[in-house]
C-alpha cells in the first residue's frame, strides 16, 4: 500500500472510531456532534442534563468545557490535561 492510501485509510479509521463514540453517547441522551477530525479533533453538543459541553483534543492537550452559552470560550466548568499526540487522539482515549 502506497504512503497516501495508508494515510488515507487512517483517517478514515479515526474518524469512524469518532463517530462510533458519538452514537453511543447518543443512545446514552447526548446530542453531539464531531466538528473537526484531527488537528483538533472536537465535539460539541448537549450533555443528558441540556448543558452544553465542547470537547477539544490538539497539539499535547485534551479539554472539555461544561456549561454557558458558549462553553469553547467561556466555560463554567473546565477541566484540561497533556496527551502525546493529542491531535490525532483515539476516541477510546477520549
Known sequence: MDPET???RR???HV????????????????????CTA??????????NGERFYFRARHSDV???IGSDDPADIP????????????WLPAGNG
Not at 488537528?39 to 443528558?48: C, D, K, S, Y
Not at 473546565?78 to 493529542?86: G, L
Open 39 to 48: 488537528a483538533p479533533v472536537q465535539v460539541e453538543g448537549t450533555l443528558p
Open 76 to 87: 463554567e466548568w473546565e477541566e484540561s490535561e497533556s496527551h502525546t499526540e493529542a491531535s
Open 6 to 8: 495508508a494515510r488515507q
Open 16 to 35: 469512524a472510531s469518532w463517530l462510533q463514540l458519538i452514537a453511543t453517547l447518543r443512545t446514552e441522551g447526548w446530542e453531539a456532534y464531531l466538528t
Open 63 to 65: 479539554s472539555l468545557g
Open 11 to 13: 483517517h478514515q479509521e
